[in-house]
């Protein structure tokens, strides 16, 4: 089967990356938004990655760093070409709030919904009669497994998870990541697909929650949070110890900040000790939410744990 028509469902951090490179990579992209606020929310995150990977491979002609996924060898590479495949991405993005038009025609669907498990249920039993028979359809869930969606969708053996990173053109990692109904062919398309938008596939051979990178990181940010929560020290103090004695570029809290702090929030929440008042992760989640009714979303709004305007 040959990937052409790619649907994306939900246009959040990682779904507007998704889209963005998938079309920056010669795919045909729609977007399905539930609303004209979702559109209106989604088109500045894009915005955005337009002049992101205008602006690092306007550098690259110049001899400066290129995102991985951006160029398979930038010594090679046809600047004047890539730079051309940006301004058609661009302009060929297409936002549709009917899912039966947004579905009808499409090769693979990538569900980038908030990490809720209710929300993604729901908008399966609503799409699953709305699949055309060749569709694949993949979850971008950081946490979920997917023999806990699978049998929402009307086509377990045609779903898997497909889970990529944050900043997609420069972490360019695709986890691949079947459940037991998986058909071993769809597994193998779905692989070629994440290699051939500029994506490093990680294929998984079981079921693990978290898969390979949220498993290690989820921990990670967790502490973090909780020596925060717990007014250890502050976010700034906290990322200069990891920095300064790991060597690492980022801290917890920037990279909590790229993630978004809804993401965030979610995962934190979906844990039973969240619901104890007594708890670091309660401490966490209330912490959490107060910056979420403030608006510091994180980078793409401008202001999460760092302001970036």
């Known amino acids: 089967m040959e990937i052409k028509n790619v649907t994306i469902i939900g246009g959040g951090v990682l779904g507007s990356q998704i889209g963005f490179q998938t079309a920056y990579k010669g795919y045909n992209v729609k977007f399905y938004m539930r609303s004209e606020g979702t559109i209106t929310r989604t088109k500045p995150k894009i915005e955005r990655l337009y002049g992101i990977y205008k602006q690092t491979l306007e550098a690259g002609k110049s001899g400066g760093h290129v995102g991985r996924g951006l160029a398979d060898d930038p010594k090679t590479a046809d600047f004047n070409a890539l730079l051309r495949n940006v301004d058609t991405a661009y302009n060929s993005l297409v936002y549709e709030m009917d899912l039966g038009k947004a579905l009808a025609d499409a090769d693979l669907v990538i569900e980038a919904l908030a990490e809720d498990l209710n929300q993604k249920i729901e908008f399966y039993e609503k799409a699953k009669p709305l699949f055309a028979p060749k569709t694949i359809v993949a979850t971008n869930s950081s946490t979920l497994l997917p023999s806990v969606i699978a049998p929402h969708t009307g086509r377990p053996e045609?779903?898997?998870?497909?889970?990529?990173?944050?900043?997609?053109?420069?972490?360019?990692?695709?986890?691949?990541m079947g459940h037991a109904g998986t058909d071993p062919d769809v597994y193998k398309i779905v692989s070629a697909f994440a290699k051939?938008?500029?994506?490093?596939?990680?294929?998984?051979?079981?079921?693990?929650?978290?898969?390979?990178?949220?498993?290690?990181?989820?921990?990670?940010?967790?502490?973090?949070?909780?020596?925060?929560?717990?007014?250890?020290?502050?976010?700034?103090?906290?990322?200069?110890?990891?920095?300064?004695?790991?060597?690492?570029?980022?801290?917890?809290?920037?990279?909590?900040?790229?993630?978004?702090?809804?993401?965030?929030?979610?995962?934190?929440?979906?844990?039973?000790?969240?619901k104890n008042p007594d708890s670091v992760e309660y401490k966490i989640v209330t912490r959490l939410k107060e910056m979420i009714d403030a608006g510091k979303l994180g980078v793409n709004a401008g202001e999460g744990f760092y302001k970036y305007k």
Not at 163 to 170: D, R, S, T
């Open 158 to 176: 045609k779903f898997m998870a497909l889970h990529f990173a944050n900043n997609i053109w420069e972490n360019n990692t695709a986890e691949i």
């Open 196 to 274: 051939s938008i500029g994506m490093v596939p990680l294929e998984l051979h079981k079921e693990q929650p978290g898969y390979i990178l949220n498993t290690m990181l989820v921990p990670f940010l967790h502490a973090a949070e909780g020596l925060w929560a717990n007014e250890v020290a502050d976010p700034q103090t906290i990322d200069l110890t990891w920095k300064l004695a790991t060597g690492a570029p980022f801290g917890p809290f920037q990279i909590l900040d790229v993630v978004g702090i809804t993401t965030a929030y979610n995962i934190m929440a979906a844990t039973p000790a969240a």
